[in-house]
């Protein structure tokens, strides 16, 4: 499939699967460059046409002398792919139920089930204070902020961005999706379970093990997904 229309369907899994909505980004490495990489111009995602695909070098500079308006925040995906050479993919969301797990001390993001063992980690937190000072409006708009968040991110599959949102990364664009997908759901599961009391989380083993059985089961879930937006489109 076309890189762009690819990263069509991206957009609109995304949308559909509610981990995105007027907000929110999803980009992919150009495979032909790596030094360049695909997003939308400014547009909320579902609404993303192949059309509407710009392609930009890892500094965030649109390339091609192309004018239009990008989005604010594409800083957050050139600076993670040039630290980070084994993503292929990136999305950047706001999806609701993984803010508590970076506005909380002492709560991490960890995984509860086997379709999120990639969280493995716990996730850290990026701290925008930390890299802006106090003086800052929560938003990646700049390639130091963007370096920053990459440096949060280190080798890990997903940040969370304290009173904002997240980033999480994948070897390609259904990875990524597949990634962004699960983390929200167990988000909402780890949520549930912590009322409920004390919870066991898949231990470091158990979760490397289910997350190399994952990995051969994401086009399952690529082409179901893809299935149900191709469908409503
Ligand atoms: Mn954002």
């Not at 690819?6 to 030094?35: K, M, Q, T």
């Not at 800052?136 to 961005?161: H, K, Q, T």
């Amino acid at each position: 499939m076309d890189l762009n229309e690819e990263l069509v369907l991206a957009n609109r899994i995304l949308y559909e699967r509610g981990v995105v909505d007027g907000f929110g980004h999803v980009s992919v490495r150009d495979v032909r460059d790596p030094e360049r990489f695909l997003l939308a111009r400014n547009i909320a995602p579902a609404l993303v046409t192949a059309q509407d695909v710009m392609a930009f070098a890892l500094d965030g500079a649109a390339l091609g002398g192309d004018s239009r308006t990008p989005y604010l925040e594409r800083f957050i995906h050139g600076s993670i792919y040039r630290v980070r050479p084994d993503v292929g993919a990136v999305v950047h969301n706001h999806s609701p139920a993984v803010i508590p797990f970076g506005v909380v001390a002492g709560v991490t993001l960890r995984p509860v089930f086997h379709m999120s063992s990639f969280l493995r980690g716990p996730v850290p937190v990026f701290e925008i204070r930390d890299a802006a000072g106090p003086d800052n409006d929560m938003l990646v708009r700049d390639e130091s902020l963007g370096d920053a968040l990459a440096a949060s991110l280190g080798d890990n599959p997903m940040v969370l961005m304290r009173g904002h949102g997240s980033t999480t990364v994948g070897r390609s664009l259904p990875e990524a999706v597949f990634r962004a997908v699960y983390a929200e759901v167990n988000a909402r599961l780890q949520a549930e379970a912590m009322r409920m009391g004390e919870v066991t989380f898949l231990s470091d083993k158990e979760a490397l093990r289910s997350s190399a059985a994952n990995a051969g089961q994401i086009a399952r879930a690529w082409e179901l997904w893809s299935r149900a937006v191709s469908v409503s489109s």
